[in-house]
């Protein structure tokens, strides 16, 4: 089945700790993005991607990082300079183009608690 | 910050029509309006979205409004399942920044 995973669902981590979270599509998406959730909030875009080797900060990029080596996956480190890292994290995958139907599709999430 | 306004929670009747009110008083005219769900402790769902014309697929119908600044998203027949925060977002569509921005939604409960 085509779709986005993330692993792991939930993920527990000692206060200074860099953690790395996983996404992964299998939908041949060019744009990938990650986005923090926190309860009872919308999200908010921490960074994204339109292309392999190439990505940007989103609204809070700060104490997180990127790399996207492969069209397929995306993974985001949180570091310890993070100061509130407890939250859901969801990644998406999208077309890009402005004749894409480009909608995002959205992983399962990894729900990150930092002890 | 999010360009809609959408009230914080509504309830409907299982089998009744959902009827899901957004505000986007200022939205431009390459802007379109997409709607998402999102089920508790899951990744958000792409609905539908529309530009100007009233859209439908199997999920969902949208009507917006003549001069764009309000939509109705419409779930037809509501079930449990359908229990969910559904947000009414305004993009541009094709922009390479590909963000959304989402407000806080609707926390829509479907009761028996």
């Known amino acids: 089945d085509g779709g986005i995973t993330q692993s792991p669902k939930y993920l527990f981590r000692k206060e200074g700790q860099n953690v790395t979270l996983s996404c992964e599509q299998n939908l041949n998406h060019d744009a990938m993005y990650w986005y923090r959730q926190d309860p009872g909030q919308g999200l908010r875009l921490i960074y994204y991607?339109?292309?392999?080797?190439?990505?940007q900060k989103g609204d809070i990029a700060e104490g997180y990082s990127v790399s996207r080596e492969k069209k397929e996956s995306f993974p985001l480190t949180v570091t310890s300079a993070q100061k509130n890292p407890t939250a859901f994290y969801l990644c998406?995958?999208?077309?890009?183009?402005?004749?894409?139907?480009?909608?995002?599709?959205f992983g399962p999430g990894t729900r990150l608690t930092v002890l | 910050d999010a360009k809609t306004t959408q009230p914080p929670s509504m309830d409907c009747a299982e089998g009744r029509a959902a009827n899901l009110p957004c505000n986007h008083s200022t939205i431009s005219g390459n802007e379109y309006v997409y709607w998402y769900r999102q089920i508790h402790s899951q990744g958000p769902q792409y609905i539908i979205h529309g530009l100007k014309n009233n859209e439908t697929n199997e999920m969902a119908s949208l009507i917006i409004t003549e001069d764009r600044k309000s939509s109705t998203l419409i779930l037809p027949h509501a079930t449990l399942r359908d229990t969910a925060v559904y947000y009414c977002i305004v993009r541009v569509r094709g922009n390479q920044g590909g963000k959304l921005i989402f407000g806080q939604g609707t926390e829509l409960s479907v009761k028996p």
């Open positions: 998406a995958s999208s077309q890009t183009g402005t004749g894409a139907y480009n909608e995002q599709f």
């Open positions: 991607s339109q292309i392999v080797n190439d990505f």
